[in-house]
């Protein structure tokens, strides 16, 4: 494929990861991170294809697309977003964007749109395909599993507590009955609510959610049941609420207990008739929707303080779904502990880890007031500190405790692989850790500054600017550099032998 070049309007860190394909593919590569340099950029060498977040502090995609209407010829603009709306899809097509996507990125999604690259076959160990074009927007994962149980998900755990929520999940999963799923904030609510979705008859139609505290009262009503032109100041068109956009599917209405009194009524009558008006509407619209909702309160609480409907409280409550703390859940622990730290070690291009005695006596004695959430943001930083393993309690990072090099001991492993890794499943996962690790770096990067910022930078000066500043950081400690990087201590030294010997000063 001919040399062309793409400009992301976008975090390095969101698009590093792709660095070393675009090089495979023969694409040139330039990131901006503001509206004047992205227009300086396109000025200086117009990109053949433009790919923008949609928010980056204030810079705005639509901004951009507005900059695009006023210049002929202007390249083809993607938007890109972890959080998107039907309203901002809209507005930035109206404005002329080629396509709106929802992360995660892939390249395979990518390659499809850069022209001509539909004949360039993806290099080897480019990241998987995630959610297609459209497709709903991932939660974030708390025990998620490839278990065909529900179509793709699972939920990770042993323990009987756990395993009654999962059988009462299952057994209500094809029905229509509302479910209240109950407790503490980071136990996996949202993801037991993708779980019914997944294994009932609706499975294939829409996903929806939203979170009802973020926002007011007048804005909720809105989102929810969508308005009519006209309806109030900045309504300039019709749109369509969650409730039009899951029909034929599941709606989730995370956070239900802090839902202003009056929209309750209106709600209520949603769930018993099936049908509402939209905001500024005469015309009563019928869905076909299947309501799910999550608190992290005591919902008779609630009721008893007057703060929220009996009848609503009562009808949202047909089946009960009350989640565990993890703190209950005893040997289910260091099982969700191994998942994630499986999910991050491939992410990372990382050999099998395992973890030492003192982490699993931490792990299984800790309280974890954020539950699964915190347990998998540990699980991440435990896993870039660790290397090549075994992960030990200082890995975690916990208060008051530095990290520094520890000897090997005893360590157990992950079920899957019967035991202590052997040398010759180490010897092969060491050669494919050897490679750049893009996603690390990227971390790192992130965490330090680019050089530039606001500049389009080479791929060869991001890639140096990391390993400069992971020596800084280490004060010259290679080994530990390496393992900032995901790299090896081989790699590292062979990097440094490169740039010597173009006369570049390197530690």
Excluded at 466 to 476: A, N, V
Aim: charged share 25%; hydrophobic share 40%; aromatic share 8%.
């Amino acid at each position: 494929m001919a040399e062309k070049t793409i400009l992301f309007v976008a975090p390095a860190q969101a698009v590093t990861t792709f660095f070393p394909f675009f090089k495979d593919a023969g694409l040139a590569v330039g990131i901006v991170d503001s509206l004047p340099a992205a227009l300086a950029a396109i000025r200086k060498s117009p990109p053949c294809l433009i790919f923008s977040q949609a928010k980056i502090g204030v810079y705005t995609a639509e901004a951009l697309l507005g900059e695009a209407q006023k210049e002929p010829g202007f390249p083809p603009v993607i938007v890109f977003t972890d959080r998107g709306t039907a309203s901002e899809a809209a507005r930035c097509l109206e404005l002329g964007a080629k396509d709106y996507w929802l992360e995660p990125l892939t390249w395979e999604k990518i390659l499809a749109v850069v022209p001509g690259g539909e004949t360039a076959a993806p290099p080897p160990g480019a990241p998987a395909p995630g959610p297609g074009h459209g497709a709903p927007h991932a939660a974030p994962d708390v025990g998620q599993t490839g278990d065909a149980a529900g179509k793709g998900f699972a939920i990770v755990g042993e323990h009987p507590l756990i395993r009654r929520v999962l059988g009462l999940a299952r057994q209500v999963a094809r029905s229509k009955a509302t479910v209240l799923i109950s407790g503490e904030s980071g136990t996996g609510k949202e993801m037991f609510a993708r779980y019914l979705h997944a294994c009932s008859d609706r499975a294939d139609g829409p996903f929806v959610a939203i979170n009802c505290a973020a926002l007011p009262e007048h804005l909720l009503e809105s989102e929810l049941f969508g308005h009519e032109k006209g309806a109030f100041t900045g309504a300039i068109a019709r749109k369509l609420g969650k409730f039009e956009l899951a029909s034929g599917g599941t709606l989730l209405l995370d956070e239900i207990s802090e839902m202003d009194l009056g929209l309750q009524a209106k709600l209520l009558r949603v769930l018993q008739e099936s049908e509402f008006d939209r905001v500024g509407g005469t015309e009563t619209v019928h869905v076909d929707v299947r309501v799910l909702a999550t608190t992290n309160r005591r919902m008779e609480d609630a009721v008893g303080e007057g703060k929220f409907r009996q009848d609503l409280y009562y009808r949202l409550n047909v089946i009960p779904l009350k989640l565990p703390p993890l703190r209950e859940r005893g040997e289910d622990v260091p099982r969700l502990a191994l998942y994630f730290v499986d999910k991050y070690r491939k992410a990372y291009n990382l050999p099998r880890l395992s973890f030492a005695a003192d982490a699993r006596e931490w792990l299984l004695g800790y309280d974890w007031p954020g539950n699964v959430r915190e347990l998998q943001n540990l699980m991440e930083r435990a896993v870039l500190l660790a290397g090549s393993g075994p992960i030990r309690k200082s890995h975690f990072l916990l208060d008051g405790e530095g990290w520094q090099e520890q000897a090997p001991e005893e360590a157990f492993a992950a079920p899957d692989s019967g035991g202590a890794v052997s040398a010759e499943d180490a010897a092969g996962e060491d050669a494919a850790g050897d490679a750049f690790d893009q996603a690390a770096a990227a971390r790192l990067f992130a965490a330090e500054g680019a050089p530039g910022t606001g500049e389009v930078v080479p791929l060869d000066v991001m890639e140096r600017h990391m390993i400069i500043k992971s020596l800084d950081r280490t004060e010259g400690n290679r080994t530990q550099a390496a393992q900032l990087l995901g790299i090896s201590v081989r790699t590292l030294r062979n990097k440094l032998n490169e740039y010597r010997k173009l006369g570049i000063d390197v530690p």
